[in-house]
């Protein structure tokens, strides 16, 4: 009845309890969000894009996804909102001097900090990732942290000067409710777009000159 050298079996070795779920770092998880690219996940570099969700993107990622939607890709549905090049943004980034890249790791045995991020705000120097909440303005394209533009209100962006409205601004990588206020505003923006369309063909076709398809005989 024992194993091997008569030794008989402990309860716990014979009852196999339920596997041990391994804990993700949740800062790392949430630091590699504005690293990777979203869709390819490979290391984000310029030129870097935003979706109307607020997700980033390598530009390339998006221009292959757009010329071959057919193609499997493991988390396509990231990028299924994007129809054409239009409806990403192309971000005005500030780079971050204290960001060594990946000069300093060429033989990859060095210890890479996940919270030092390539970028930073122009305006309080606060780093982009995943600490502090950043957004984009879809007019220009520009970055800044949330904290910048409550301090220093103005309509006027910090970086080229272009004029903006509060309400147009995109939180990136924000939390599910944000993501959903951002799906909501998107759909209410196409749903506009596409009325507004419908009604500038049917008015242009009733100012043209009737056809012969149109003549009844």
């Not at 194993?3 to 070795?13: A, F, L, N, S």
């Not at 030092?116 to 879809?138: A, D, Q, R, T």
Request: hydrophobic content about 30%.
């Amino acid at each position: 009845m024992g194993c091997d050298g008569g030794t008989i079996p402990k309860r716990h070795e014979l009852v196999k309890g339920p596997k041990k779920v391994e804990k993700v770092d949740k800062n790392a998880e949430l630091a590699a969000k504005w690293r990777y690219c979203a869709l390819s996940q490979e290391k984000l570099k310029r030129p870097i894009v935003a979706c109307e969700l607020g997700r980033l993107y390598n530009k390339d990622a998006i221009i292959e996804y757009l010329l071959d939607k057919s193609a499997e890709r493991p988390n396509s549905e990231v990028v299924a909102h994007i129809r054409s090049i239009k409806e990403v943004k192309e971000l005005n980034l500030t780079d971050n001097p204290a960001w060594e890249g990946e000069r300093h790791n060429i033989k990859g045995d060095c210890y890479e900090d996940m919270h030092c991020s390539m970028f930073i705000c122009p305006v309080v120097g606060l780093e982009m990732n995943g600490k502090h909440k950043f957004l984009y303005l879809p007019t220009c394209g520009c970055v800044f942290s949330e904290r910048a533009l409550k301090e220093v209100k103005t309509e006027i962006c910090h970086k080229c000067g272009d004029p903006f409205q509060e309400d147009n601004l995109v939180m990136l990588n924000g939390t599910k409710e944000d993501v959903e206020k951002l799906q909501k505003a998107m759909e209410e923006r196409r749903s506009k777009a596409k009325s507004f369309y419908l009604c500038v063909t049917n008015s242009h076709k009733d100012s043209m000159p009737p056809t012969l398809c149109d003549v009844k005989y």
